[in-house]
């Protein structure tokens, strides 16, 4: 029988406890082995029972925690392994490009160089015409929506600051980067923006989306072709059909490039078919067409803008094999023709 310790002072009490129940668990203790030991068919079923428990815990470990593990650590080095390998491809990718623009200059040259050395002047110069589409049409497309994206990012800024948003730099700094993507772009940023303000105000997220939509048809209407003007030189439609065949075949950067890409090929298609109508000597007016029936109700007007030859510039050098231009340093070529013979037109 084990006694409870008197009341003590409060120094005491304390140790006093300590020693009472340590004298409990080894009077538990002894009270279960004498059990175990006056039946043994208990005891068998004990043991039994930790057997059990051990081959449990030992197959659990062996299988299920083991394996976890495994799994875990070889997701954590494929992770960790991804983003080391994307940071340097990254870095690469920025030395890289920041070379280039060191050296576009020199570049540029020894690619002319190269192409005055092995292709006819006349080839060679479609070719120089449809490298300045192209920069005329990137330049003007990638520039214009920097524009047009900080102009959105600023005012979606203000207007959540107006609407006590949450995250509002953070709402509006994701919906001014996504902007950059034509026609999907206000959408994309629009769905983690309105999820973020959904965490903390439900009715807020709602306000959000609505105000989203206004400034999409803002920019879609207003400021985009304000800023953009006449430089891509497409039709809604084309945007639309250029940025969905473009993200089915090589997603992000197809929503991202399919827009100039789809330009230049535009306006090579263009010029080529305006040339051919010049050769046959009808109208390249597009609103010519629309009433007509027959070929024969097409009439060349007769005060049709005659295309004059481009003279040389400064810049362009008379080498070996070319023979110089004549009368007043002008050359007769000029961009239709130029398409025309990319689009091996007769």
Known sequence: ?????????????????????????NSIETWATNIL??????????????????????????????????????????????????????IIGLVASIYMLWSKDTFRAQTKKIMVATMRPSAADRLLALGRNAYRIFNGFIIGKLIDSAIIGVLCYIGCEILKMPFTALVA?????????PFFGPIIGAV??????????????????????????????????????NTVGISGFWVLASITI??????????????PVFALIYVLISDGVNARLRKKQHSTVTEDYRDIQTVEDLVMPPHAPRVEPQPVGAGDRVGPGIQPPKAGGQVGIHAPEICAGLLDLP
Do not use: H
């Not at 029972?49 to 925690?65: D, I, M, S």
């Not at 303000?197 to 709602?206: H, Q």
């Not at 993200?247 to 827009?259: D, Y």
């Open 1 to 25: 029988m084990i006694e409870r310790p008197p009341r003590s002072t409060p120094l005491y009490s304390s140790a006093a406890s300590d020693v009472y129940k340590r004298q409990c668990f």
């Open 173 to 181: 700094t994701i919906v001014g980067v996504t902007n950059v993507i």
């Open 37 to 90: 030991e006056d039946n043994p068919e208990i005891q068998g079923y004990v043991d039994k029972g930790l057997e059990q428990l051990r081959g449990f815990f030992e197959n659990w470990v062996k299988t299920t925690f083991l394996s976890d593990m495994s799994k875990l650590v070889t997701t954590v080095s494929t992770s960790v392994i991804a983003v080391v390998k994307s940071l340097t491809n990254f």
């Open 192 to 229: 983690p923006s309105a999820f973020l303000i959904l965490l903390v105000d439900p009715l807020k997220a709602f306000y959000f989306v609505i105000f989203v939509i206004v400034l999409q048809q803002l920019d879609g209407n207003v400021i985009g072709p304000k800023i953009l003007g």
């Open 246 to 259: 473009a993200a089915s075949i090589f997603g992000f950067a197809g929503m991202l490039l399919g827009v």
